[in-house]
């Protein structure tokens, strides 16, 4: 049935009519049917009047290809013409194709270093060849997640590489909807042969950060479902040398249209959607690597729902979480790192001596601290901080962690709320056995903006760390942050993270919310421009400042 007419179906001898309902009922025939039919009106339009099924090919008890024979013509309304239209088509539904850029995290992109890639070698038949190579590709099915969960399992499948959907970029999507919206195209999508074949193919886009340990293990990877007549070799190659190496029109495609996405701006250049096999990490003047992306478990609750709140993070691709004596949550942190299955040394975990410790002395700083090792559970703290430089105290209370250091209880030392006053009075009482913090937290947030604070630590290979990163969400959603967000296509969370992210800070956010967490992580597929920056520099006054350090003043006098 075609816009209420009935359309006769005929097919050969050779397909026995249960194959051949099949074949009518399948995805990729009411598919073409649906695309024929939004064609069947207007001026210029399409008449069918009869279709004959020339072939089925079955994938087991699933319709694959369909050849079928179209008795159609074109119809111009204005002049009354019919003109016969060639009606043989090879239906076998749309795909999708992955180009994927592989950044060396130990080699600069540049002059000195290259962007990697991978191509699939296998043999094809139909162009008589052993060794052909292509890029990543798959059939897309009805059953699938959508293109990009489609395109994830390819991956994953041909290459070894585990992805999330939405690491990847549709540049399809980006590059075709202007021939959409005008009517050229049924959907966003590249058709390799128009004239013989129904398939449309999405193009996508990732980057994955990798290891030179990771490309020579991807080197020669064999893959593919043998039973199916798949056997795919994995290749590693240079990405500016791809299109020399391949007859493979999508890998020609592919390259062409991340090209010109990048010259109108669509597209970040190489290294601006990463997606690292860990999180970006900082490198500490004592040699630990630090993720950028913390977890602040700030007002989580001690219970289940805490405990569900930390794994639901873990789970999101949280390993850096920041924790306190003064939260009362480290125990149910432990529980949750340890029930993940993943490693301990996979974590970083961080806690702080609060301030009642400090004013009774060194010995209750100490007790303090180890009550946090056995509320943890998991055999050391990454990183403790002084909590607060308490006036006449914080000294003995930075010695004693020190010796706390050394005894490897702990394994580094942080400070947190210090100025640069605070610092230089610590500093003035070093002494031989001196340890050097690793970091300063602090508020940072585009409201509460200190360069001058950020740039004293940073200058002294001390990282800083942007607690209150999000500012409660207090004003965000208007002015300047949410007019960003919306150029940015991006949430205004995501806008004031990336801002703390591209000023090298660690960034410290909290939500209980699951989709949130998965949200305040995808920051590193955008990048603010120099101009936006500069506007959410902005947003902070000297007023604002003298308010927040008055503040810090009096909290250090009343703990």
């Known amino acids: 049935m075609f816009r209420d007419r009935i359309v006769p179906v005929t097919h050969a001898s050779s397909i026995s009519k249960e194959d051949a309902q099949l074949a009518l009922d399948s995805e990729v025939f009411r598919r073409w049917a649906t695309r024929c039919e939004k064609q069947m009106n207007g001026e210029k339009r399409l008449e069918l009047h009869s279709v004959e099924l020339q072939n089925v090919d079955m994938f087991g008890p699933r ?97 070894g590489i585990k992805l999330r959907a939405s690491d990847l970029t549709d540049l399809t999507e980006l590059s075709c909807q202007q021939a959409v919206e005008a009517g050229y195209l049924p959907c966003a999508g590249i058709a390799p042969s128009p004239g ?39 290749r590693v190659v240079k990405m500016k040398e791809m299109w020399k190496m391949s007859c493979d029109n999508k890998v020609i495609c592919a390259l062409f249209l991340a090209e010109q996405l990048r010259r109108e701006g669509k597209l970040p250049t190489v290294g601006g959607l990463v997606t690292p096999v860990k999180d970006p990490t900082h490198r500490m003047r004592d040699g630990t690597l630090v993720p950028s992306l913390a977890f602040g478990l700030y007002k989580v609750p001690a219970d289940e729902d805490g405990e569900r709140i930390i794994a639901d993070a873990i789970m999101a691709g ?16 432990g529980q949750a790192i340890k029930k993940s299955g993943i490693p301990r040394k996979e974590f970083i975990v961080c806690s702080k001596v609060w301030n009642d410790a400090q004013i009774k002395g060194r010995e209750a700083v100490r007790q303090s601290v180890e009550r946090s090792v056995n509320e943890l559970e998991i055999g050391y703290i990454d990183i403790l901080y002084v909590h607060w430089p308490v006036p006449g105290h914080f000294i003995e209370t930075y010695r004693e ?14 400070l947190s709320n210090f100025s640069i006053n605070d610092y230089e009075e610590l500093l003035a009482c070093k002494d031989d056995n001196w340890v050097q913090p690793i970091v300063n937290q602090m508020e940072v947030s ?4 200190r360069p001058a604070t950020i740039q004293f630590f940073q200058d002294r290979n001390i990282q800083v760390a942007a607690s209150k990163a999000l500012h409660r969400a207090i004003g965000i959603e208007e002015g300047i942050v949410k007019s960003i967000a919306d150029s940015h296509g991006v949430t205004t969370a995501q806008v004031m993270l990336r ?32 101009e936006e920056m500069t506007q959410l520099d902005s947003l902070t006054s000297e007023e604002d400042i003298r308010t927040r350090e008055e503040l810090e003043i009096q909290r250090r006098r009343g703990v």
């Open 318 to 333: 949280y390993r850096h979480f920041d924790t306190a004596s003064l939260y009362q949550n480290e125990r149910i942190l």
């Open 446 to 449: 585009p409201f509460m903006y």
């Open 401 to 414: 962690l020190q010796d706390l250091c050394r005894e490897k209880i702990i394994k580094s030392i942080g």
């Open 196 to 234: 013989g074949c129904d398939e449309f193919i999405r193009y996508m886009y990732v980057e994955h950060v990798v290891n030179k340990g990771d490309l020579d293990r991807m080197k020669g990877r064999l893959a593919g479902l043998r039973e199916h007549g798949e056997f795919i070799t994995l």
């Open 499 to 530: 801002w703390s992210f591209q000023k090298r800070l660690i960034v410290v956010a909290k939500t209980a919310n699951a989709d949130r967490m998965n949200e305040n992580r995808h920051i590193l597929h955008f990048s603010l421009t120099d």
């Open 63 to 159: 319709v694959g290809f369909v050849k079928i024979n179209a008795d159609c013509t074109l119809v111009d309304g204005t002049t009354h013409h019919e003109h016969r239209l060639p009606g043989i088509c090879f239906l076998r539904g749309s795909s999708v194709a992955i180009l994927v850029a592989l950044i060396c995290e130990e080699e600069e992109e540049g002059e000195n270093g290259e962007v990697y890639s991978l191509l699939v070698e296998q043999p094809r038949v139909p162009i008589g060849q052993v060794s052909c190579l292509e890029l990543p590709a798959g059939m897309i099915d009805k059953e699938n997640d959508g293109v990009k969960g489609t395109a994830a399992k390819e991956i994953e499948e041909e290459c």
